[in-house]
């Protein structure tokens, strides 16, 4: 079991940054790849960046790829999102998400996503 909690959200205008972080609870998270996903009014959830369960690959959209760097920290447990030159359009609610299983070792449909967090908003004025 794999409880993921976010912070970090906020409203910053367009060109600028902020950083996300999740805290994850459970044993298993060191074997989890991780990731983040995202979800605007009215659009589907759709993938943001997932990170293997050594921190060593990692995997972006092509909407974010450039701007957003997505981290890991085994021994604490966490895993953070570094967004970089902001755009209104990246504004959603942001997903923390943990694999299905220690078999997954990056992930990019939410149907290979276990667990999620409960979403923190994201907001870029123009």
């Known amino acids: 079991q794999v409880q993921l909690v976010e912070s970090g959200g906020g409203l910053v205008q367009a060109g600028g940054s902020l950083r996300l972080s999740c805290a994850a609870s459970g044993r298993t998270f060191s074997r989890s790849a991780m990731g983040w996903f995202r979800q605007a009014p009215g659009k589907e959830r759709e993938f943001v960046t997932s990170i293997s369960r050594s921190g060593i690959s990692t995997f972006y959209s092509d909407s974010v790829k450039g701007r957003y760097t997505i981290s890991r920290d085994n021994a604490k447990n966490t895993v953070s999102l570094q967004m970089n030159s902001l755009k209104p359009e990246d504004t959603a609610v942001y997903y923390c998400?943990?694999?299905?299983?220690?078999?997954?070792?990056?992930?990019?449909?939410?149907?290979?996503?276990?667990?999620w967090g409960q979403g923190t908003q994201v907001t870029v004025s123009s």
């Open positions: 998400a943990a694999g299905r299983s220690p078999g997954i070792a990056i992930f990019t449909s939410p149907n290979e996503v276990g667990y």
